[in-house]
């Protein structure tokens, strides 16, 4: 009954080294799952920052290029427009285009 009760303590030991690992490995995944839902999380935030800030521009370049703005900007810096909006330049003396 010697040799039967070894075994059976062998085999105990295997399934508790087993189980052990099991377990280890079971801690290292859930511990990588936490931290990848942390970095997912931080990457949404930062998509809606910079959504937010798109929209943010998008206004300011919907602001900026409004025909009464760009107006307004080219008789303060003194520059003549044309009827189409479009910006009637100086032809610098000895240009070659003509």
Known sequence: MGRAGSGRGVRISLIIVA????AVG????????????????RAQIRQ?????????????????????????????LDIALTDQGT??????PGDARR
């Open 87 to 92: 910006v009637r330049t100086a032809q610098a």
């Open 19 to 22: 189980l052990a690992a099991i």
């Open 26 to 41: 079971l801690v290292h995944l859930r511990r990588e799952q936490t931290r990848v839902a942390y970095q997912t999380q």
């Open 48 to 76: 809606v920052e910079l959504r937010r800030r798109l929209c943010d521009q998008q206004v300011e370049l919907g602001r900026l290029t409004n025909p009464q703005c760009v107006r307004r900007r080219a008789s303060q």
